[in-house]
Structure formats: C-alpha cells, structure tokens
C-alpha cells in the first residue's frame, strides 16, 4: 500500500460535499461495496444506493448516497452524487 492517501472529493448537483485525503474508501456498487485504497487502478464505476464512507488515520466519515457514479485513479476519487435524506 502506498504511503500516500488517496484524495475524496464528493460532489453533489448543488455544491461540493466533502473534501478529504483518505487511507481507505468505501462506496456502494450496483454490485455490492467497492474498497479503495491508494494506488487503485484507474476505473470508472456505477453507485448504487447506500453509504459511502472513508478513514484517515483514527478519523473516519460517511455520507449516504443515492446512486452516482464514482471516477477512481490511484491517487483521487470523484465522486458524482446525490445525498440521501436522513429522517
């Protein structure tokens, strides 16, 4: 594993939702999750509905998503999304 964190940038329709470097990211496939690290393969994949979530270090966030799609590189993730509404 790289010692470099991959780069999370989470962006919505309306504005950009999270910008975080990350250790390991988590995003919900059409296929079932989809783990990250740094170094990934470049790749462009499908979002299902769920959560999508990252860690740094001993810090960690999640955001629940509503599908999208997710552009992976080895050093960023793009992620175009809509949130889910809590309720």
Do not use: N, W
């Not at 010692?3 to 962006?11: G, Y």
């Not at 939702?17 to 059409?30: F, K, M």
């Not at 740094?56 to 998503?65: D, F, H």
């Amino acid at each position: 594993m790289s010692a470099v964190p991959v780069r999370l940038k989470v962006i919505t329709p309306h504005k950009v939702v999270c910008e975080a470097d990350a250790d390991e990211i988590t995003l919900p496939g059409l296929d079932g999750q989809i783990g990250i690290l740094p170094g990934h393969r470049p790749m462009v994949v499908a979002l299902g509905e769920g959560t999508l979530s990252y860690r740094a270090g001993a810090e960690a966030g999640e955001r629940e998503v509503r599908g999208g799609y997710a552009e992976i590189g080895p050093e960023r993730v793009l992620v175009f999304t809509e949130l889910r509404e809590k309720h």
